[in-house]
């Protein structure tokens, strides 16, 4: 019972808790010392007797009175937890692959800012292919306009010839490929002869059969032949998909030739220049958007503040799909102090009440601030609920970081110290001793 009591008395009145705890232990060696409860009384009322006969105890006593009913602040204490005032995840807009970081940890930027480059060959490659077509579908909307003349026709069917002679060159590469082709079946039949060799000189040579240096003649031969193999397969790969795109291109550009030439002999229509213009229209809207993802390999900060993220740089090579995070930026021009105060103290805290912040790292310095937020929910926080207070700290020197700690001391007014002394019991008495009452 006395523990509790003890316990409550520290947890409600801190240091004042603990005297009052001392002096009712002082009582309980008393009375247990000159024989119980009877004894105590009777200590008690010989010191009020002395006191009593002595002016000076009643001097004590009324300077006591009066000092309780002085103004002393009344002051909430915390302990608080720093956070940045802004913080950024920087996303990929398109897929890529990182060529470039031009941050690391710890650097500062502002919006607009490059941290990074990436490349992608496939985007790149639309993007020229498209404003060739726009190109063309511009000349040919310029032919419609102006009208056929027969240099013009002569000139579209020469064009087709050559579209026709490029395309049929195509015919040299595909022999090239099958040359290449020839040459992956052959590398692979050797690797696998090599590969027969290579186990059964690894068998003869566990057997004790074989010497160890002609067991290495025939792994080291093993291991050419794979890595003549890959090269191999890799031409091939890189010549077919030459062939294959060039044969595509030189398609697209032999059936728009024919279509301009099909344009001009038949004459310039009204319906055809209007067909013509949606073409190129939506050619150039193709081009706008293909220019926009080009740029969107640039990565750039969205927010002003610090890079948060470590080891940046040994991410180049690395591909990034559209929405993978590059990096965190955290704004630390104006960090923000969450204190949680408990329950049973918030009814003194107001908006624009000061506070004085001690932390943890400068011991020796005291930040000043305001309350500006006070949550509308209490959060869990173990036996007590609490309710989380905010504030905001000037950080243009970066002495803060994100995540530092410290305590708080939010300064609720003047109140007499008799009502500083009592305020707790009284709270106690109107709540949790008002369950007991009828």
């Not at 032919?143 to 195509?170: D, F, H, N, V, W």
Request: a positive charge; glycine letters at 8%; hydrophobic letters at 40%.
């Amino acid at each position: 019972m006395l523990d509790k009591l003890a316990g409550w008395l520290i947890g409600e009145y801190q240091i004042w808790g603990i005297l009052l705890t001392s002096a009712i232990g002082l009582m309980s060696v008393q009375a247990v010392h000159h024989g119980g409860l009877a004894a105590t009384f009777k200590f008690l009322g010989a010191m009020a007797e002395r006191a009593r006969k002595a002016p000076r105890m009643w001097f004590v006593l009324a300077m006591g009175v009066a000092g309780s009913l002085l103004p002393w602040e009344l002051k909430i204490s915390g302990d608080f937890a720093v956070h940045s005032s802004e913080r950024s995840s920087v996303t990929s807009q398109v897929e890529g692959t990182l060529k470039l970081i031009q941050v690391d940890e710890g650097s500062r930027v502002k919006p607009g800012d490059v941290l990074a480059e990436m490349e992608n060959f496939e985007l790149k490659t639309v993007a020229e292919e498209t404003r060739g077509e726009v190109a063309e579908k511009t000349a040919v909307l310029r032919l419609l306009k102006a009208g056929s003349r027969p240099e013009e026709i002569e000139k579209g069917r020469r064009q087709i010839e050559t579209r026709r002679t490029e395309l049929s060159g195509i015919s040299q590469i595909e022999k090239e490929r099958a040359l290449l082709e020839e040459t992956v079946a052959k590398k692979e039949a050797e690797v696998q002869n090599a590969k027969a060799v290579y186990l059964r000189s690894r068998t003869l040579v566990e057997q004790g059969l074989m010497s160890r240096n002609e067991y290495e003649r025939d792994k080291t031969s093993y291991e050419v032949r794979e890595r003549e193999l890959a090269e191999a397969r890799s031409q091939f790969g890189v010549l077919a998909e030459k062939t294959e795109r060039s044969a595509r291109t030189k398609k697209k550009e032999l059936e728009e030739a024919e279509s301009g030439l099909s344009i001009l002999l038949a004459g310039s229509r009204k319906e055809a220049i209007e067909v013509s213009e949606a073409e190129v229209q939506k050619l150039q809207e193709k081009v706008k958007n293909l220019e926009q993802q080009l740029e969107h390999l640039k990565i750039r900060s969205t927010i002003s503040g610090v890079v948060a993220t470590p080891h940046l740089k040994n991410r180049i090579g690395e591909y990034m799909k559209k929405g993978d995070t590059f990096c965190e930026i955290v704004n630390l021009d104006m960090m923000i102090i969450e204190m949680p105060v408990p329950e049973k103290e918030i009814a003194d805290v107001r908006l624009g009440y000061p506070i004085t912040l001690k932390v943890r790292g400068y011991p020796n310095l005291a930040f000043e601030a305001k309350v500006i937020i006070i949550s509308p929910v209490a959060l869990d926080n173990g036996a007590e609920k609490k309710v989380l207070v905010q504030s905001r700290l000037n950080n243009e020197n970066g002495m803060l970081k994100a995540g530092m700690t410290g305590v708080g001391k939010i300064l609720c007014g003047k109140r007499m110290i008799a009502n500083l002394l009592t305020r707790r019991a009284i709270r106690w008495l109107r709540t949790e001793f008002w369950e007991y009452l009828p």
